[in-house]
């Protein structure tokens, strides 16, 4: 089982020191394995950005006193469903020289094909997108960011990466940032001082998912994979945990039907 290699007390005591280090601390890491998973994959998008010369500023939902009157929140609130105006969200500010870019948790945006009078809209909410700045203080659940605005996103997966996984995430770069899948990716380590569009699962890689991977250095295309053994940001690495072993299996006798013993490895 996933969790077998995820120690959630470590991770949310690891997040809370981050967040604690940026002037903010999260009451609600989410109640699943799986949320604190998001929650650590948007700190260590905020991690990247540190460790590339930008300056981070967190910026909180507003919260209300007893009187009714309006203060500004420095607890860190995620939002984990993909229902929810983002301005009832805490939001990251990133700034280097003149450039400023946001970086959200579970945002709406448009794919590149979506164009206005579309009887149904076409969006995605991704897990975490790096925008340029915006104000959407005014938008509903269901309003999206228009496409040309997503800068970068990533994806986080609580579970070890099979090929379907990685060839679905290329789908998903095709649909919102398709000239990614054009570009040669020539020198990785200058394309690395850009966050290109991740997927970043909390296990392993299993050998067919690193075979698409290694297809994908091949053409070169502008996107990474991240899991428990290559890290995004060193600011925020996960937990090791020791696997527990597995029980001695019973003695079978010569009828009984082969057991695949390499069927639950995590690669």
């Known amino acids: 089982m996933p969790d077998e290699w995820i120690d959630q007390a470590k991770i949310k005591e690891a997040l809370g020191k981050f967040f604690d280090k940026n002037r903010g601390s999260l009451d609600v890491f989410g109640q699943t394995v799986n949320q604190t998973f998001e929650a650590f994959v ?10 590339n010369g930008w300056a981070v500023e967190f910026r909180h939902p507003k919260s209300y006193g007893l009187e009714g009157q309006v203060r500004q929140s420095r ?3 995620l939002k984990f469903s993909t229902r929810g105006a983002p301005n009832n969200y805490s939001y990251v ?9 946001h ?3 579970q ?4 794919t590149r094909a979506h164009c206005p009078g579309m009887k149904f809209p076409a969006n ?9 700045a915006s104000d959407l203080a005014t938008f509903a659940s269901d309003d999206f960011v228009p496409n040309e605005k997503l800068i970068s996103f990533g994806e986080a997966k609580h579970m070890s990466a099979f090929a379907e996984l990685v060839a679905n995430f290329v789908g998903l770069v095709h649909e919102m940032q398709p000239e990614r899948l054009n570009e040669r990716r020539a020198n990785r380590a200058r394309a690395r001082k850009k966050l290109a569009p991740f997927l970043y699962v909390s296990g392993f890689l299993f050998t067919t998912a690193q075979g698409i991977e290694e297809t994908i250095r091949r053409r070169g295309f502008d996107l990474e994979i991240f899991n428990r053994t290559k890290q995004l940001a060193e600011a925020c690495s996960l ?8 029980a001695v299996p019973p003695a079978r006798s010569p009828r009984s039907t082969p057991v ?3 069927a639950d490895l995590p690669y």
């Open 93 to 101: 500010v990133c700034r280097k020289g003149t450039k400023e870019v």
């Open 239 to 246: 937990p090791e945990k020791k696997k527990p072993k597995p």
């Open 260 to 262: 695949n013993e390499d």
């Open 107 to 110: 945002l709406r945006v448009a």
């Open 42 to 51: 948007f700190a260590s998008t905020i991690a990247w950005h540190q460790e």
């Open 75 to 77: 607890s860190v609130r």
């Open 103 to 105: 970086i959200r948790h």
């Open 124 to 132: 995605v909410c991704l897990d975490v997108a790096v925008i340029e």
